[in-house]
C-alpha cells in the first residue's frame, strides 16, 4: 500500500511539472518534490520546504547559475512573469506558450524559454529566435550540455584567468569554472563541502575528522583511516586519487591554492593521494597544497590527508 501512495504521489509530483531529474542540493541526484498550486508550497524530500508562487503557476525547475544545484521557478502563461527564486525576475512569453527551458547556446547552464504551438515559434531569452514545427507538436527544448549541471561532467578550469602569451591558458580559460558549496548532512556540525562539477564530496575543515584532525599520516595507515572513518554521516570516505586530489586546485592563485571558504585549514604542504608510483611501488603521488605541483614521496613518510567520497 506504502508503494503505492508513493506512486501516485510522485505522479501528482509529474503532473503538476516538477521535473524528477531536478537537483535541489546539488548533489548530482535527482531529489523527489512537489509544487502544490493552492497554497505556492513547495516541498523537496529530506531537502528544503518553502512558499514560492501561486495557483495557475507552472513550475519549472533548473540550473539556471550553472552551479550544479536546480533553482526552484515559476512561469504565469497569464503575464509571460518568470520568477526564479532568489535569482531573477522577468517577462518573456505569453498566454498560450508552453514554457521550454533548456541550454540553448551550450554554455552549460539552463536558458529561458518558450514555444508557441500556433506559429512554430521557439524564442529562448537573449540567445536565439526561430520558427520550427507546428500546431499539435510536441516541443522538446534542449537538455543542458555534457551534464555540467549534473556534477561529474567536464573539465574545470585551472584558476587562470590572466593571458601571459597568445594562445596560452589564459587566452581560452577552457573548462568548468570552479563551483562548491557545504552541508552539514548529518546535522552534527562535521561539514562537507561538495564540488557541483565534479560531483564529488570532500571533508571541508582541515582540522576536523575527516582530513584526520590536521594530523600527518603515512600513506598505509591513511588508507585505514579513511577505510574506517564514519564523517558526516557516511562511512564510505576514501583517500582520493592524485587527480581527484588536483581537481581542488586553483592554479590562478599563490599560496593557498584551494578556496578557504570551503576549504578552511589546509595546510601549505604536501597531502598524499591513493594513487601509487607504477614505476617505483614503495612511493605513491602527492600534491602540494602551496605552489600545486605533483610529486611522489615514499610511503611511509608522514603527510597529510584530505577525504573524498562519490565519483566511482
Same mark, same amino acid.
Given at each position: 500500500?506504502?508503494?503505492?501512495?508513493?506512486?501516485?504521489?510522485?505522479?501528482?509530483?509529474?503532473?503538476?511539472?516538477?521535473?524528477?531529474?531536478? !537537483?535541489?542540493?546539488?548533489?548530482?541526484?535527482?531529489? %523527489?518534490? %512537489?509544487?502544490?498550486?493552492?497554497?505556492?508550497?513547495?516541498?523537496?524530500?529530506?531537502?528544503?520546504?518553502?512558499?514560492?508562487?501561486? #495557483?495557475?503557476?507552472?513550475?519549472?525547475?533548473?540550473?539556471?547559475?550553472?552551479?550544479?544545484?536546480?533553482?526552484?521557478?515559476?512561469?504565469?502563461?497569464?503575464?509571460?512573469?518568470?520568477?526564479?527564486?532568489?535569482? *531573477?525576475?522577468?517577462? +518573456?512569453?505569453?498566454?498560450?506558450?508552453?514554457?521550454?527551458?533548456?541550454?540553448?547556446?551550450?554554455?552549460?547552464?539552463?536558458?529561458?524559454?518558450?514555444?508557441?504551438?500556433?506559429?512554430?515559434?521557439?524564442?529562448?531569452?537573449?540567445?536565439?529566435?526561430?520558427? &520550427?514545427?507546428?500546431? /499539435?507538436?510536441?516541443?522538446?527544448?534542449? !537538455?543542458?550540455?555534457?551534464?555540467?549541471?549534473?556534477?561529474?561532467?567536464?573539465?574545470?578550469?585551472?584558476?587562470?584567468?590572466?593571458?601571459? *602569451?597568445?594562445?596560452?591558458?589564459?587566452?581560452?580559460?577552457? /573548462? %568548468?569554472? &570552479?563551483?562548491?558549496?557545504?552541508?552539514?548532512?548529518?546535522?552534527?556540525?562535521?561539514?562537507?563541502?561538495?564540488?557541483?562539477?565534479?560531483?564529488?564530496?570532500?571533508?571541508?575543515?582541515?582540522?576536523?575528522?575527516?582530513?584526520?584532525?590536521?594530523?600527518?599520516?603515512?600513506? +598505509?595507515?591513511?588508507?585505514?583511516?579513511?577505510?574506517?572513518?564514519? &564523517?558526516?554521516?557516511?562511512? !564510505?570516505?576514501?583517500?582520493?586519487?592524485?587527480?581527484?586530489?588536483?581537481?581542488?586546485? !586553483?592554479? /590562478? #592563485?599563490?599560496?593557498?591554492?584551494?578556496?578557504?571558504?570551503?576549504?578552511?585549514?589546509?595546510?601549505?604542504?604536501?597531502?598524499? *593521494? *591513493?594513487?601509487?608510483?607504477?614505476?617505483?611501488?614503495?612511493?605513491?603521488?602527492?600534491?602540494? +597544497?602551496?605552489?600545486?605541483?605533483?610529486?611522489?614521496?615514499?610511503?611511509?613518510?608522514?603527510?597529510?590527508?584530505?577525504?573524498?567520497?562519490?565519483?566511482?
Amino acid at each position: 500500500m506504502k508503494r503505492v501512495l508513493f506512486v501516485v504521489a510522485l505522479a501528482l509530483a509529474l503532473v503538476v511539472g516538477v521535473s524528477s531529474a531536478a !537537483d535541489f542540493n546539488g548533489d548530482g541526484t535527482g531529489d %523527489i518534490a %512537489i509544487f502544490r498550486e493552492s497554497s505556492g508550497l513547495w516541498s523537496v524530500r529530506g531537502v528544503s520546504r518553502f512558499y514560492f508562487g501561486t #495557483t495557475g503557476d507552472l513550475p519549472k525547475p533548473s540550473d539556471w547559475e550553472g552551479s550544479g544545484t536546480d533553482l526552484p521557478a515559476i512561469f504565469r502563461g497569464s503575464s509571460g512573469l518568470w520568477a526564479i527564486r532568489g535569482f *531573477s525576475r522577468v517577462y +518573456f512569453g505569453s498566454s498560450g506558450d508552453k514554457a521550454k527551458p533548456g541550454d540553448y547556446n551550450g554554455d552549460g547552464t539552463e536558458d529561458i524559454g518558450i514555444f508557441r504551438a500556433s506559429s512554430g515559434l521557439w524564442a529562448a531569452r537573449g540567445v536565439t529566435r526561430v520558427y &520550427f514545427g507546428t500546431s /499539435g507538436d510536441r516541443a522538446i527544448a534542449p !537538455d543542458v550540455a555534457d551534464g555540467y549541471s549534473r556534477g561529474g561532467g567536464g573539465l574545470l578550469k585551472t584558476g587562470q584567468f590572466t593571458e601571459y *602569451s597568445s594562445g596560452d591558458d589564459g587566452t581560452y580559460q577552457a /573548462g %568548468i569554472a &570552479f563551483s562548491y558549496q557545504t552541508a552539514d548532512p548529518a546535522g552534527n556540525g562535521e561539514i562537507v563541502t561538495i564540488d557541483n562539477v565534479t560531483g564529488l564530496m570532500w571533508a571541508s575543515d582541515g582540522n576536523a575528522a575527516g582530513c584526520n584532525f590536521g594530523n600527518q599520516t603515512d600513506w +598505509f595507515s591513511a588508507l585505514e583511516c579513511y577505510n574506517n572513518l564514519t &564523517f558526516g554521516g557516511y562511512d !564510505d570516505w576514501r583517500l582520493p586519487n592524485v587527480k581527484e586530489l588536483q581537481s581542488i586546485i !586553483d592554479y /590562478g #592563485t599563490y599560496g593557498f591554492i584551494v578556496d578557504t571558504t570551503y576549504f578552511p585549514n589546509t595546510k601549505l604542504d604536501f597531502y598524499w *593521494s *591513493s594513487t601509487t608510483n607504477d614505476l617505483i611501488t614503495s612511493n605513491a603521488w602527492r600534491v602540494y +597544497f602551496d605552489y600545486g605541483y605533483v610529486g611522489y614521496n615514499n610511503k611511509t613518510l608522514n603527510r597529510y590527508v584530505r577525504g573524498v567520497r562519490g565519483g566511482i
